[in-house]
């Protein structure tokens, strides 16, 4: 079933095979790539990228969705929970909150307003006790969003060289924010 969800300026759906293009072009510019462990600078990584959140959709009925501007519906990045398996920080089977969006369109609180969507989501429609966030230290646009929706810092922690910050919000915590 194609799932389309909505906010005031967005809609949020799957990400499909056919976002290729417009998921490189979102891509575009010197700095959207710098903290992200997956850069994505050909069609090929956009194509291989997208493959892999279709996948992790069908698997775990949740995944990152593509943001598309309801004004001209131009995609303008992505946005949502992921159940990780992988381990993170030393934990392993929780959902995160992950999301980027093109250059052109930072600052318009459009990353604050599809997180505060998936939060809700997240907590109040698939029930989660918590969900976690994690970001490069340096990375102040991430960590200033993250606490600005209601996370709440726990730990600090290495990922190579780099040092990261662990986050997790629960229920209460999100509603006290809204
Ligand atoms: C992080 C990111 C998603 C934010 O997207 P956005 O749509 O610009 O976010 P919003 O406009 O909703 O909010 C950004 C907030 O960060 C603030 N901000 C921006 N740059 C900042 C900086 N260098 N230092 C501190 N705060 C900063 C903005 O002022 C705004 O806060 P405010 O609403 O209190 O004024 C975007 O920068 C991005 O895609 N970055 C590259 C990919 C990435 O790093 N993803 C996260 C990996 S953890």
């Given at each position: 079933?194609?799932?389309?969800?909505?906010?005031?300026?967005?809609?949020?759906?799957?990400?499909?095979?056919?976002?290729?293009?417009?998921?490189l072009?979102?891509h575009?510019g010197t700095k959207i790539n710098r903290f992200l462990r997956n850069p994505i600078l050909t069609?090929?990584d956009a194509?291989?990228y997208?493959?892999?959140?279709?996948?992790?959709?069908?698997?775990?009925?949740?995944?990152?969705?593509?943001?598309?501007?309801?004004?001209?519906?131009?995609?303008?990045?992505?946005?949502?929970?992921?159940?990780?398996?992988?381990?993170?920080?030393?934990?392993?089977?929780?959902?995160?909150?992950?999301?980027r969006?093109?250059?052109?369109?930072?600052?318009?609180?459009?990353?604050?307003?599809?997180?505060?969507?998936?939060?809700?989501?997240?907590?109040?429609?698939?029930?989660?006790?918590?969900?976690?966030?994690?970001?490069?230290?340096?990375?102040?646009?991430?960590?200033?969003?993250?606490?600005?929706?209601?996370?709440?810092?726990?730990?600090?922690?290495?990922?190579?060289?780099?040092?990261?910050?662990?986050?997790?919000?629960?229920?209460?915590?999100?509603?006290?924010?809204?």
């Amino acid at each position: 079933m194609f799932q389309e969800l909505t906010t005031e300026r967005l809609l949020l759906r799957p990400l499909i095979s056919s976002d290729t293009k417009a998921f490189l072009e979102m891509h575009s510019g010197t700095k959207i790539n710098r903290f992200l462990r997956n850069p994505i600078l050909t069609l090929t990584d956009a194509e291989n990228y997208i493959h892999k959140i279709i996948s992790e959709h069908q698997k775990n009925g949740i995944a990152r969705f593509a943001v598309i501007l309801k004004e001209n519906e131009e995609l303008i990045g992505f946005s949502g929970l992921k159940f990780r398996t992988t381990e993170e920080n030393g934990y392993s089977n929780f959902y995160d909150l992950g999301y980027r969006f093109a250059e052109k369109h930072w600052n318009k609180g459009y990353a604050t307003e599809a997180a505060k969507f998936w939060l809700s989501y997240g907590l109040h429609t698939l029930k989660l006790p918590k969900i976690h966030a994690c970001a490069d230290n340096e990375n102040k646009a991430s960590n200033h969003l993250l606490e600005k929706v209601g996370f709440k810092r726990s730990n600090q922690y290495m990922v190579n060289i780099t040092l990261h910050n662990w986050y997790k919000i629960k229920k209460d915590e999100f509603e006290s924010q809204i």
